[in-house]
């Protein structure tokens, strides 16, 4: 048996979580900075690193006390080193490092694209990875910071196919939230507010998707971009008179309803593409943007029934830290110890390998 303290603090969460053999989440205690960072309709690295410096304490406490266990009882310290905000990273990392130093524990830094992966199977079971049928099993990754397809095989070798050439569609709810005035985190609201509208009502642009007569490029094949519609969005409420000159209520509606049906239609359709091509055999949808119903239904709706479908569970789909002690069990496993000068990093590297099938 093998109890890990999970630290993870990439973006704006400040979370700690005990996991005991990569799936049995014994505590998840995540403390949100939302409400620091609405005023700027974003997050501020800063402002972030200097939240994770106070709750990161407190928050480890928690995730102990909430499972029930004391520092003595754990086998090693794993903490989210990259990709994510510098400064907000090297809180977690540098805290997590003195923590294992300090108790002669094991120290494993984690990917946090790979453990937002993972973070499907930690309620379903993580035995079924072992599954040859689930192989070549395609994974969206689509967050506040990234957009990216990745293909996964049965040994644990892993490439990443297709990534945004720009903004990650997360970013671009949010930037649109901000836009229209809705405020921060922006996919959550957007997707509240949306219901009340026609997502049929405008067509904004679907990017790299060879609509109207303009082909794909090649290179761009399962890549994906959303500043466009982002600026076809503001080009869209200037003349309709808005967001400044407040739009009729229906028309706000029907705005944000078709606003969040491109970037969904767009994230579905490139996905089951590259599924089809690349004859997937399973397709994980994971990341903060998975919790949006419209999304998951999409995905259930189109993907054929001989691939099976995997939602992450919505409470493993923002970030936290159950799936960065989760994910660590597995780097344990396979011998997979950092050193205690370990980096952290900023952007999302090529990624090869995955610990969790191997
Ligand atoms: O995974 P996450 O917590 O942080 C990153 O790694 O970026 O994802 C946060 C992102 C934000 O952009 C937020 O607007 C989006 O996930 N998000 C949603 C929903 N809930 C969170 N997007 C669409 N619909 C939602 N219900
Ligand atoms: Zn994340």
Do not use: W
Request: with cysteine; glycine share 10%; charged share 20%.
């Amino acid at each position: 048996m093998a109890l890990i303290l999970g630290i993870e603090t990439s973006c704006d969460e400040t979370s700690a979580a005990v996991v005991e053999d990569g799936s049995r989440v014994l505590s998840n205690a995540v403390a949100s900075q939302i409400r620091q960072h609405a005023p700027y309709g974003g997050v501020v690295p800063e402002l972030a690193a200097r939240e994770h410096l106070k709750a990161m304490h407190p928050i480890v406490s928690q995730a102990l006390k909430d499972a029930g266990k004391t520092i003595g009882d754990i086998d090693a310290i794993a903490a989210t080193n990259g990709p994510g905000l510098m400064p907000a990273l090297l809180v977690g990392v540098n805290f997590a490092k003195g923590l294992a130093a300090a108790n002669n524990l094991p120290f494993i830094g984690i990917n946090h694209f790979i453990a937002h992966i993972y973070a499907t199977f930690l309620d379903t079971g993580i035995e079924q990875l072992k599954d040859p049928q689930l192989y070549p099993m395609l994974a969206l990754v689509v967050s506040g910071g990234h957009t990216a397809l990745v293909m996964i095989t049965i040994d644990g070798k892993a490439e990443l196919i297709g990534t945004t050439i720009d903004d990650a569609a997360g970013e671009a709810l949010d930037k649109a939230s901000k836009l229209l005035g809705l405020g921060y985190p922006g996919g959550p609201i957007i997707e509240k507010t949306g219901v009340k509208g026609n997502p049929k009502a405008y067509d904004f642009p679907r990017p790299l998707c060879g609509g109207a007569g303009k082909p794909v490029p090649e290179e761009h094949k399962y890549n994906f971009s959303f500043s466009g519609i982002k600026t076809s969005l503001l080009y869209h409420c200037q003349k309709l008179g808005g967001p400044e000159i407040k739009l009729p209520e229906q028309e706000f509606y029907d705005t944000v309803a078709s606003f969040q049906e491109a970037v969904i239609d767009v994230l579905a359709k490139k996905t089951l593409k590259a599924a089809k091509e690349l004859k997937a055999s399973s397709i994980v949808l994971a990341g903060g943007v998975a919790c949006n119903g419209v999304l998951r239904q999409r995905l259930e709706d189109l993907t054929p029934k001989k691939i099976k479908l995997f939602l992450s569970p919505r409470k493993f789909c923002t970030d936290n830290a159950a799936m960065v002690a989760g994910l660590a069990y597995h780097h344990l496993r396979l011998g997979m110890i950092d050193n205690l000068a370990l980096d952290a990093f900023a952007r999302l590297p090529q990624i090869t390998t995955v610990p969790f099938n191997r």
